[in-house]
């Protein structure tokens, strides 16, 4: 009995030690995350322009943090426990003080993962209440189910779904430390939910998922045609300097929403002409010029599904 319990505990103590080195050699090969200054007070941290994986510890989207008199308020919380504390680590870098707030854009995984790390932390999270019925749904919680297989170790059993401390339903005026954020509900467009934030001192935009730069935007079952009224609102902000949900921050704020717009504009026009002629998706998708967007990253992953998620809005819109 005793040498069965010693191999017993053998193998427990060699698969603990794979695990271990696992993750370790994961981690080795992460994405490297560096805060990077934007305005006097504003930073955000780049993710990839990929898909998620246990190499990239789903680090594909970004998330911003502002340094105020008395606190910091953090933008998003990445898309794995850890690395929201490697986002804490490098928020550090730049300031001992508390962080106080997180304001959350939209709860797609990529950017809700991290909340419990900065829930631990005693931050307030803040986001629009359209995001509850995703998060007690089905969708939500298969969605997470899923993600604790294709994203091991880095989202797990101790993974969980975080709710908001304070559910808005408006535009709100945010003051800490001196620093006033603008935050305005602009759903449903990427999702019932949206949230973008400004900073009216230092002419920031944190923009969540209504823009991407560097990639194909990811639309899934987005409404469209409130996405590009939404990009219209945000033409409409002062921005000098636009932080979008995925690629690099931006100086040329109105070009880069431009950019997202005439996307989902000429989505939009090639999948309406198809509904309207009745035309099979593959056939309208094959008959589509893609090449003014072929060259941008994530193309062969999202066109295809993008195209045809908007081929079914407008099937539903035409009717």
């Not at 990077?36 to 007070?41: L, R, T």
């Not at 898909?51 to 919380?77: H, K, R, W, Y």
Request: include cysteine; proline fraction near 5%.
């Amino acid at each position: 009995m005793t040498v069965i319990r010693n191999n017993f505990w053998q193998r427990c103590i060699l698969a603990s030690l794979a695990v271990l080195s696992a993750s370790l050699a994961c981690a080795e090969d992460a994405p490297a995350m560096v805060a990077k200054k934007v305005s006097a007070s504003a930073w955000y941290v780049e993710g990839v322009s990929a898909l998620g994986s246990p190499a990239n510890q789903n680090f594909i989207s970004n998330a911003g943090f502002v340094v105020t008199q008395t606190g910091v308020v953090v933008i998003d919380a990445l898309g794995s426990p850890a690395l929201a504390s490697r986002l804490v680590e490098e928020i550090h870098k730049v300031t001992p003080l508390p962080i106080t707030h997180v304001i959350v854009t939209h709860y797609h995984a990529d950017h809700v993962y991290g909340l419990q790390t900065f829930k631990a932390l005693g931050a307030r999270i803040v986001a629009h209440q359209a995001a509850r019925e995703y998060l007690n749904s089905e969708t939500a919680r298969l969605r997470l189910e899923v993600s604790r297989k294709d994203l091991a170790p880095w989202v797990n059993a101790d993974t969980h779904l975080v709710q908001a401390d304070e559910w808005i339903d408006g535009p709100k005026d945010l003051t800490v430390g001196g620093i006033v954020f603008k935050i305005k509900p602009v759903g449903p467009s990427h999702t019932p939910e949206d949230l973008v934030i400004y900073l009216p001192q230092e002419k920031v935009l944190f923009a969540g998922d209504l823009v991407f730069r560097s990639r194909i935007p990811y639309v899934g079952q987005a409404d469209s045609r409130h996405w590009i009224a939404a990009l219209e609102q945000l033409l409409a902000f002062d921005a000098q300097i636009i932080v979008p949900g995925h690629g690099p921050f931006s100086e040329e704020a109105r070009k880069d929403m431009q950019l997202t717009r005439d996307y989902l504009v000429y989505l939009r026009a090639a999948m309406e002409r198809a509904a309207k002629n009745m035309d099979p998706f593959e056939e309208a998708y094959a008959a589509t010029d893609w090449t003014p967007f072929e060259h941008l990253p994530l193309f062969k992953v999202a066109n295809r599904m993008n195209a045809y998620n908007t081929y079914i809005l407008m099937e539903q819109e035409t009717r």
